[in-house]
């Protein structure tokens, strides 16, 4: 079994969370010293253009769906997730750390689902607040790569291949990462800024 299919299949049968072995929310609890922080885990990380957007993506453009929870439990209505990440990243300085703890709370649902869902919708919405950002500015003449960690998705690597380390133009990387969808992703995101579920990787210029 997956490590997140090992998340679920506890908080569906454990939903007081009491009795779950230690392994089982060690990712929510202790991912800040265990594994690889993330370029976006801070907002002191983040940079100025990308902070400035990042409410009024999550006000605007939010097109996360909520995590999901047991048949026992209601589900979470979107209305009320957006106003959990409006609040969370009003409230500056923020992590991913507080956040995926303030969700696990807030929805009851397991702390290490939380961080797991915490740091891909992170992701996404800082990934939507830059990409407002670079709209904002001039784009002629500046060029971009695919970043992120180790491409473990064929989508995410077919787009670092095809990209030169000079980079390329904004809307070349853009047409790209529609182009990965159509070819390696069987039920692609809606967002147009998620290659696949649960993506990691994001636009970012080239110095």
Known sequence: MTPLAFHVAARLHEPDHADLPDHVDQKGRFGRYENQQPDFARSQDVPDFVQDNLVTVARREFALDPPSTPDD?????QSDYRAFWIDELDAEPWDIYSISEAMAARFDINPGWAFKTARQHLNQLVFQARMRGYRQER?????????????????????????????????????????????????????????????????????
């Open 139 to 207: 784009l002629a003449g500046r060029r971009f790569r695919w970043s992120g960690p180790e491409a473990d998705h064929p989508a995410c690597q077919w787009i670092r291949d095809q990209i030169p380390d000079e980079g390329l133009p904004y809307h070349d990387v853009v047409e790209l990462m529609q182009e990965a969808k159509r070819r390696f992703v069987e039920d692609p995101p809606a967002s147009a800024h998620v290659v696949h579920d649960w993506c990691r990787h994001h636009l970012v210029e080239v110095q």
């Open 73 to 77: 439990q209601e589900a979470i209505r």
